[in-house]
């Protein structure tokens, strides 16, 4: 099996479990259009890549526990953040694409900080790469270790491509009410993924 056809099942497989990622970028489709929420995707991926580089290459994550803790409070804010916007949302949702430059940039930022401060995303990555070489899918070598970390971007944003696109015709389906509540929901999973974030730094402390 090609290095990049490994890669590709091992981030697509890692993006399934819901995280801040996912559940951001349904909320984010919703809230505006599929365009942003792709671009909190294209985000993700720079960062997901950087994590499955670095899985593959055999670098291990070691954070000092000032500089891990910082990360995990950074995730946490961002995360509640957004789950409050989302869970209190009463605007109405124009249903009619509308892109905009900037909102686009911030989206891909929103996404990069959002996959950066997820712990678990690199966790993942470095556990699933050890036992991609560990079963010797492909040959060590650095080219194909840098086209399996290209191809684990490619199944990470596949996966969420399928999330827009479900979102997508669900929008078509509810219409502006039905599409609210979805906002919500994912709000409310949001705050709970932040609570859990929260519980997890007062526990290290």
Same mark, same amino acid.
């Given at each position: 099996?090609?290095?990049?056809?490994?890669?590709?099942?091992?981030?697509?497989?890692?993006?399934?479990?819901?995280?801040?990622?996912?559940?951001?970028?349904?909320?984010?489709?919703?809230?505006?259009?599929?365009?942003?929420?792709?671009?909190?995707?294209?985000?993700?991926?720079?960062?997901?890549?950087?994590?499955?580089?670095?899985?593959?290459?055999?670098?291990?994550?070691?954070?000092?526990?000032?500089?891990?803790?910082?990360?995990?409070?950074?995730?946490?804010?961002?995360? #509640?953040?957004?789950?409050?916007?989302?869970?209190?949302?009463?605007?109405?949702? +124009?249903?009619?694409?509308?892109?905009?430059?900037?909102?686009?940039?911030?989206?891909? !930022?929103?996404?990069?900080?959002?996959?950066?401060?997820?712990?678990?995303?690199?966790?993942?990555?470095?556990?699933?790469?050890?036992?991609?070489?560990?079963?010797?899918?492909?040959? +060590?070598?650095?080219?194909?270790?840098?086209?399996?970390?290209?191809?684990?971007?490619?199944?990470?944003?596949? !996966?969420?491509?399928?999330?827009?696109?479900?979102?997508?015709?669900?929008?078509? #389906?509810?219409?502006?009410?039905?599409?609210?509540?979805?906002?919500?929901?994912?709000?409310?999973?949001?705050?709970?993924?932040?609570? /859990?974030?929260? /519980?997890?730094?007062?526990?290290?402390?």
């Amino acid at each position: 099996m090609s290095a990049f056809a490994v890669g590709c099942i091992a981030g697509f497989l890692i993006a399934i479990p819901p995280g801040p990622v996912s559940v951001t970028t349904i909320a984010r489709s919703v809230e505006h259009d599929r365009h942003s929420a792709l671009m909190v995707g294209v985000g993700a991926v720079m960062s997901e890549s950087m994590y499955a580089a670095l899985g593959f290459f055999g670098v291990k994550l070691i954070y000092n526990a000032g500089l891990e803790t910082a990360f995990r409070i950074v995730g946490f804010v961002i995360v #509640t953040a957004m789950g409050a916007r989302y869970a209190i949302m009463t605007k109405a949702v +124009n249903l009619e694409p509308a892109k905009s430059p900037q909102r686009a940039k911030n989206s891909v !930022w929103l996404g990069l900080v959002l996959s950066v401060t997820t712990p678990t995303i690199a966790a993942a990555y470095v556990l699933v790469a050890a036992t991609i070489q560990s079963y010797g899918l492909f040959e +060590n070598t650095s080219l194909n270790n840098a086209v399996a970390a290209v191809g684990a971007g490619t199944g990470s944003f596949l !996966w969420l491509l399928l999330l827009v696109s479900g979102v997508g015709r669900m929008q078509k #389906t509810f219409g502006v009410a039905g599409v609210q509540r979805i906002a919500r929901v994912a709000g409310l999973l949001l705050l709970a993924v932040g609570g /859990y974030l929260g /519980y997890a730094i007062v526990e290290r402390l």
